[in-house]
């Protein structure tokens, strides 16, 4: 069955701190993996994609990393700013279906 | 940019009320989604739409129907509201192709139903 689990489910960091949030994947065939940052009360917005073959992708204070063998992504965030607090979802795209994860909630304290 | 646009943000109803949930994507995309979404299980899909007219069942479609009259309008309808249904529902579309799929979402709908 294909799956997408998300580790931590919640995660409290000071501003400033950095963090990595995990996401793996049993899912086949493979398309691409996005993640996605959603505000409270927002409906969620795309944040980086990776394709199979690449490993590390940069935006802004965000980066993503994928390892298509162990089948595990992360998205690493550099030094968190208060509007970094939202929940984080992983998805992968196996042809056309998309298979959610349920997200890791992110608070940043100051 | 891709706007996903649902009709209301906030809605109060009672048991038993026929419920309808409207959303309106103004990019011309195929695709269309209805997800809810509840603390701790994450998006969970109720229906999908490849086409207008064309439907079909996700992993929760039980108390559910949709329409899809037009291609740019995908409406989610709860026949009759049930206790169990509170929650924030999320209309999304989606890019063609399987290579770079990218959902664009509406606000959301949180919707209660006492």
């Known amino acids: 069955k294909n799956q997408v689990e998300q580790s931590p489910q919640s995660l409290i960091i000071l501003e400033g701190k950095n963090c990595t949030l995990q996401?793996?994947?049993?899912?086949?065939?493979?398309?691409?993996l996005r993640w996605y940052k959603q505000d409270t009360g927002r409906g969620p917005v795309s944040l980086t994609i990776m394709t199979f073959s690449e490993n590390t992708k940069s935006n802004g204070r965000y980066t993503a990393t994928l390892d298509a063998d162990t089948k595990q992504s992360s998205l690493h965030i550099t030094a968190s700013q208060l509007s970094d607090s939202a929940s984080y979802i992983c998805?992968?795209?196996?042809?056309?279906?998309?298979?959610w994860g349920a997200g890791t909630k992110l608070i940043i304290k100051p | 940019d891709v706007k996903v646009t649902q009709s209301s943000r906030y809605l109060v109803k009672r048991t038993g009320e026929k419920v309808f949930l409207e959303c309106v994507q103004d990019m011309d995309h195929e695709n269309m989604f209805w997800y809810r979404q509840d603390p701790g299980l994450g998006l969970r899909l109720i229906y999908f739409s490849y086409d207008v007219k064309m439907k079909e069942k996700g992993d929760i479609p039980e108390g559910y129907s949709v329409s899809r009259e037009k291609k740019e309008r995908f409406s989610l309808i709860l026949e009759s509201a049930s206790t169990n249904q509170t929650s924030m529902y999320l209309c999304?579309?989606?890019?063609?192709?399987?290579?770079?799929?990218?959902?664009?979402f509406g606000q959301g709908t949180r919707l209660t139903v006492v």
């Open positions: 999304a579309s989606t890019t063609p192709g399987a290579g770079s799929t990218e959902a664009f």
């Open positions: 996401c793996n994947y049993t899912v086949s065939p493979f398309s691409n």
């Open positions: 998805v992968v795209v196996s042809n056309y279906q998309l298979i």
